[in-house]
């Protein structure tokens, strides 16, 4: 029997498949409309890729904002519990993480053994987020991996609202049309540090205990990764494919539960 | 619809209600005694108060822990405001008027619900007109600000009641001294003098009151606990509504041998109790029912309310009635709020963990409750020294508006996968 | 924004440039880091409710706890607090836990307002400073109340001298009480000049000199203020402005909030905030035999009163008199966000304004706000009100 996670979120829905300790295959596809719809697109694409059949053997763990629509999951965990599963799996010094995903971040303190001890997320806004950041990308056109590669040569930052999405879309906007304008690279940084502030705030909520790690996909941004090292004072643990932790989280949850003697 | 009607409204409904609920208990084969006896309680208080102006009796309406036990010494029908407004949430789960007429009167946002629904429901004459309007400064400084206000709102006059922030003799002293202005005030106000027997009397009572709830909370200690999950709403009703009332008595003393009887025959207020859970502040009164409901599914039950629940140490002296009203205001378990949060209140919250064997706690952090909310981390820190998680769940004890049934389950959900991975 | 700009030009005030390198090195300032040389102690105190003078006559340097001098961002604060706090008491905790105010020997503090009573409780906890004391304040002025404050100072007094094993004597007492009146009375001239209808001196470098004087040892304050007065008589500087401003409201100690102010030509004549007129103007009035100590806390409790206080009137009527007094066209309040006592009180401190024909603009801020952006355009915006009316 083979473990299989499913991560539903609201920009991407992950898969991980996993044969005993080792990640069979891993798959990142656009989430539709539909809970159950992007889960069966995504696992129908790792299955291909890991050149398995449906007969196989699976038990599923579902997680994730859609983890309670997938029908054919056999059970529904938090993303909190799987995060931190996943994140001890690449790094097991880490007792904080950070998931950086589309639309929300969330902060977790575990364990020696990746249980879960607190978390912290904000649910109610939008700002700290890949969408966040995709909009900023477009005010100031250019694509992510051009902000984050700016971002390094900024020698100073622009001064970006700490308190609302919103109002820092209004401010972005008036230091790119201001005569003369803000360098670019001094409003990315300045965009990254209330992105990071807002971070920071939800881990001093709960305590930021070394090794620190973090995930989702907005761990690829270089940039910002920067920018949160340099508010926390050292360095974080980035895993190779950051977008993937909590799928692999449920996965090996779904591994625990075929030890235990599942059907 | 006239004036004298919509002014009936709010209560009206409370009263319906308790009524309806005492019934649906009573019919029950396995319901308690102790919770028909409770909302009859209710009943009574609420009809008292709505019937007041008919019957020629005086009303006071009043602020949170204020020393109630004065006006039922003097035969003036108290309202109070705070739990009145709580009431109306729970019962009715209707406060968008209230609300919004609150904010008409230009009540910033930022002032707590309750505070802001009870101003509103003045305002739109929902809640009974009182002849004096009476606050104190505890527990914050909403509270302290609000009476002028609320003074005007009904054109009446007003006592405010300065009570000190921390405990010394002198400080005790002043309070006494402030009561006793007071019953001046009042005694011009209404024309009634105070009865002094009396108040020894409800004094007395108010002694075993407090007794009583003390017990009842040792037998919460049990495991299971046999107190069902949100009981702990009545406990508190019982104290800010009736002290020293003898319905009160014999409610306490009711469920206290029905508790008795549980924890002998090893019986729980859930079927399956999972978690043991502390609660920090007060969960959002519209969500009662369902709270109740999700508590029987996971098998969690709240044991302990330190800020509600738990009582400090002391007993009070019938032939000292004044000395004696002020020093409660210092045992109350909501002081853990007003006073200062030393070594020995912040202890006293881990024991109260330790010694109901907590699993975990839940701080339903009251967005419009700032004094509270800056204890989030204090008290979630502490715990953490002994092992015990704090789930925080941003809320709105009166606003439904704030928070669904929906989010409250994920959060919840979410706590205790925690709690059961451990 | 062009103001009439008067035929000559104002000469520099060396003096201020002395205050201003207090504040600029604030908390850490060179006197601060000579007392604690010297081996002497300082206690960092917060409201006008804590009695400095017991502070000073114990041979300490009493200095006030303000926070970030700028609006900044409070991950620390927001993280402790929350975020539903005044955004003072966060930006003084962050302070303190940054290390801040780690040189302090004790703090002390009033049960004056949800905001402090907080702020002291996690100080305890995560700070923590050798001592730690706060007084219980009653919102009244009855004699009562009196008594009861006035026995909070006496155990305070005690605290301190068990703590620096010393005794504070009568002696110490009034020499102290001579030199804060000293300040009061210096600050009192300031102020005075301010009545002019061309002061010499803008409410913004007021603000620098009110800052500095809880910053520093108040003998070497009164030596620099009276440095100032000199300076001032013989400079003859005038400054002008479109209309007479008073400012009112929450804690404030940005000097450029009211510079932003006063650029857009308003003039800020006289203010009413615990930093300025709140901390200063009443002296300690001796009379007889009264022992000190009692001097000093019945000036305390019937200072110029905080928000919190009631009844409210005594307050409202301070400030029509002060409006009164230096002829003030227009009010500008300044409430912090979460700031309960003064957000109450504003709708009926407007109308009794109103009714003496004074209007009010009502700003709201977070603390260190430097009143650039939106507040500019609505002080605009009222100054022009201001002008159409006079027509």
């Known amino acids: ?115 879960i001890v607190d978390w912290a997320n904000h649910d109610k806004c939008a700002a700290g987020t890949g969408v966040f950041l995709q909009q900023m990308a477009k005010l100031l056109q250019m694509p992510l991996e051009e902000m984050s590669r700016l971002s390094f040569q900024a020698k100073s930052r622009a001064d970006i609202s700490g308190t609302c999405a919103v109002f820092a879309e209004s401010e972005v906007i008036s230091h790119v049309h201001r005569d003369p304008p803000t360098p670019k690279d001094e409003i990315i940084a300045g965009i990254y540090f209330s992105i990071v502030s807002r971070i920071m705030t939800l881990c001093k909520r709960i305590g930021t205990e070394k090794d620190v790690a973090v995930a989702g996909g907005v761990a690829l941004n270089n940039g910002l990764v920067h920018a949160l090292e340099e508010e926390i004072g050292f360095r974080v643990l980035v895993p190779d494919t950051p977008q993937i932790v909590t799928a692999l989280g449920a996965a090996l949850i779904a591994r625990e539960n075929i030890e235990k003697g599942a059907k | 619809m006239t004036t004298a009607n919509q002014e009936k409204n709010k209560i009206d409904a409370i009263i319906r209600a308790c009524r309806l609920l005492s019934r649906m208990s009573q019919a029950r084969p396995d319901a308690r005694k102790s919770e ?30 204020f020393p109630t036990e004065i006006l039922y010494a003097m035969d003036i029908v108290p309202m109070h405001t705070e739990a009145t407004t709580w009431m109306i949430s729970l019962f009715t789960g209707e406060c968008a008027d209230i609300l919004s ?23 739109i004459g929902t809640l009974p007109h009182p002849d004096v309007m009476l606050w104190s400064n505890m527990v914050c400084d909403n509270t302290a600000k609000s009476g002028e206000m609320l003074m005007e709102i009904n054109h009446c006059p007003g006592f405010f009641i300065d009570r000190p922030f921390q405990q010394s003799d002198e400080e005790e002293r002043y309070l006494v001294g ?228 929906e989010e409250v389950r994920e959060k919840l959900g979410q706590f205790f996968e925690l709690l059961e991975d451990r | 924004m062009m103001i009439d700009a008067p035929p000559k030009s104002n000469v520099k005030l060396p003096t201020l440039d002395r205050f201003r ?102 100080w305890r906890y995560y700070i923590g400073t050798p001592f730690h004391h706060v007084l219980t304040v009653p919102r009244k002025y009855t004699q009562k109340a009196h008594a009861l404050y006035f026995s909070q100072v006496k155990q305070f007094k005690e605290h301190l001298e068990e703590f620096l094993d010393i005794e504070i004597t009568d002696e110490a007492l009034y020499h102290s009480i001579q030199v804060y009146n000293e300040s009061r009375t210096l600050l009192r001239k300031l102020y005075e000049l301010r009545k002019l209808s061309a002061p010499p001196i803008t409410g913004a470098e007021t603000m620098e000199v009110l800052d500095a004087s809880f910053r520093m040892p108040k003998e070497l304050f009164n030596e620099y203020l009276g440095n100032l007065l000199d300076e001032l008589s013989t400079s003859d500087n005038t400054h002008h402005g479109r209309a007479r401003f008073m400012i009112t409201g929450s804690v404030m100690a940005n000097p450029e909030f009211i510079k932003s102010i006063e650029d857009q030509g308003g003039l800020v004549v006289t203010d009413e905030l615990c930093t300025s007129t709140r901390y200063w103007s009443d002296p300690v009035l001796l009379a007889g035999e009264e022992p000190p100590l009692q001097a000093i806390s019945r000036r305390y409790l019937n ?24 002829k003030v066209d227009g009010v500008i309040s300044q409430v912090i966000r979460y700031c309960v006592s003064y957000a109450h009180d504003l709708p009926l401190l407007t109308k009794k304004l109103k009714e003496q024909g004074i209007p009010t603009l009502a700003l709201d801020v977070e603390y260190g706000t430097s009143g650039s952006g939106q507040i500019a355009t609505r002080v605009q915006a009222f100054l022009e009100m201001l002008e159409a009316r006079k027509k």
């Open chain 1, 1 to 115: 029997m083979k473990a299989l996670g499913i991560d539903i979120g609201s920009l991407t829905t992950k898969v991980v498949i996993l044969d005993n300790d080792n990640i069979v295959t891993s798959v990142i596809t656009l989430s539709s409309d539909e809970a159950e719809l992007s889960a069966r697109a995504a696992m129908e694409q790792a299955l291909s890729q890991a050149e398995l059949t449906d007969s196989n053997n699976f038990y599923i763990v579902s997680t994730g904002m859609g983890g309670k629509s997938v029908p054919f999951s056999q059970q529904q965990k938090a993303i909190t519990t799987c995060l931190g599963r996943g994140i001890h799996y690449f790094f097991p010094s880490v007792r904080t993480a950070i998931d950086m995903g589309a639309e929300s971040s969330t902060v977790i303190r575990a364990n020696e053994r990746g249980r």
């Open chain 2, 36 to 65: 028909v006896l409770y909302y009859q309680m209710l009943s009574k208080y609420y009809t008292r108060l709505l019937n007041a102006k008919e019957e020629g009796n005086f009303i006071a309406a009043h602020t949170v822990f």
């Open chain 2, 101 to 123: 007429a609150g904010a008409e009167l230009g009540l910033a946002s930022e002032i707590c619900t309750p505070h802001r629904g009870l101003a509103g429901a003045y305002a």
């Open chain 2, 178 to 405: 402030e009561l006793k202005d007071m019953i001046n005030f009042l005694e011009e106000q209404s024309g009634r003098k105070m009865n002094w027997s009396r108040l020894e009397e409800i004094v007395a009572r108010m002694d075993k009151q407090i007794e009583l709830t003390r017990e009842i909370c040792e037998l919460r200690k049990a495991v299971p606990t046999p107190f069902h999950p949100q009981g702990f709403l009545e406990l508190v009703s019982t104290d800010y509504l009736l002290p020293g009332q003898p319905e009160a008595i014999e409610y306490l003393e009711t469920l206290r041998q029905e508790l008795t009887e549980m924890v002998k025959t090893g019986k729980g207020a859930v079927s399956h109790e999972r978690f043991r859970l502390m609660t920090l502040f007060l969960p959002p009164m519209y969500l009662m029912g369902f709270l109740e409901k999700l508590s029987q599914e996971y098998g969690a039950v709240s044991v302990t309310e330190p800020f509600f629940t738990y009582w400090g140490e002391g007993k009070l002296d019938p032939a000292k009635p004044l000395e004696s009203v002020a020093k409660k205001s210092y045992m109350i378990p909501e002081m853990r709020m007003y006073g200062p949060l030393d070594e020995r209140a912040l202890g006293s919250i881990v024991d109260c963990a330790k010694q109901y064997k907590v699993d975990g706690a839940i701080y339903y952090a009251d967005v419009g409750c700032r004094h509270t909310c800056a204890t989030i981390k204090l008290f979630k820190d502490i715990l953490s020294k002994i092992d015990v998680p704090v789930l925080t769940l941003d809320c709105d004890v009166v606003d439904p508006t704030a928070t669904s049934a």
């Open chain 3, 21 to 122: 390198e207090i504040n600029n090195t604030f908390p850490k300032t060179a006197q601060v880091l000579d007392y604690k040389l010297q081996g002497k102690k300082v206690f960092g105190w917060l409201c006008t409710y804590v009695p400095e003078e017991i502070i000073h006559a114990a041979g300490a340097l009493p200095i006030r706890i303000t926070g970030y001098s700028q609006e900044t961002e409070l991950e620390d604060g927001n993280a402790y607090f929350y975020i539903n706090n005044c955004s003072f008491s966060r930006s003084c905790l962050q302070l303190g836990l940054r290390g801040g105010y780690d040189f302090l020997d004790g703090v002390v503090g009033g049960s004056t307002c949800d905001g402090a009573r907080r702020l002291f409780d996690l």
């Open chain 3, 303 to 326: 200072n110029f009163p905080c928000a919190r206080m009631f009844p409210s009137d005594e307050r409202f009527n301070r400030i029509l008199n002060l409006a009164r007094d230096f």
